[in-house]
Structure formats: structure tokens, C-alpha cells
């Protein structure tokens, strides 16, 4: 298994590019050409089971992006949890 390494850094700031409401901050990647990962767990699991989940997000490119994409990711429960050196494009 290839495993990724996520050394780049975020800041929550207003954006410079193409600015919305005022006060209105998201998170921006400071760091060119690495990985970037970011995540938070729910209060309570979802179960989409018999019902339609949207799941929507934004990406704001303040200075384009050089290489690779933006993608968010729901990850699947588990006993132990993700850790962050087994995580890769392939977990589930």
C-alpha cells in the first residue's frame, strides 16, 4: 500500500480571489505541491440507509492548483478508527 504523506499546511482566512460576503473565511491551503488532508468526525455515525445524502462543498482556487485535485471523502466507521498512516485513496 502506498502511503501518502500529509505535510501540508491550512489557514482559515477570508479569500483574495473572487471574495464573498464579508467575514465569510474558508480553509486555504499554504502549502505548494503537497498533500493536504483535513478531517472531523460526526457526533453520531450517518446511516444514508433509506434516505438521500448530499454532501456539498465548495473549492475556491485562490491561486489555481499546480498539480493533483480537491475531493472530499466519507469515511466508514470502524472499532479502531482511520489512522492516519493507513490512510490513502483507497480506504474506504
Given amino acids: 500500500m502506498q502511503v501518502f ?3 501540508g499546511q491550512w489557514a ?8 464573498g ?5 474558508g480553509l ?3 502549502t505548494k505541491a503537497a498533500h493536504h488532508a ?6 453520531t455515525p450517518l446511516n444514508p440507509a433509506g434516505k438521500t445524502l448530499v454532501v456539498q ?3 475556491k482556487l485562490q491561486k489555481g492548483l499546480d498539480c493533483g485535485g480537491a475531493y ?10 482511520i489512522q492516519a498512516e493507513e490512510f490513502s ?4
Avoid at 89 to 92: E, G, L, Q
Fill in 5 to 7: 504523506s500529509y505535510v
Fill in 12 to 19: 482559515v482566512e477570508e479569500p483574495s480571489v473572487f471574495p
Fill in 21 to 25: 460576503f464579508p467575514g465569510d473565511e
Fill in 28 to 30: 486555504v491551503i499554504k
Fill in 38 to 43: 483535513i478531517s472531523v468526525p460526526f457526533d
Fill in 57 to 59: 462543498y465548495e473549492v
Fill in 72 to 81: 472530499i471523502k466519507l469515511l466508514t466507521d470502524s472499532e479502531v478508527g
Fill in 89 to 92: 485513496d483507497k480506504t474506504p
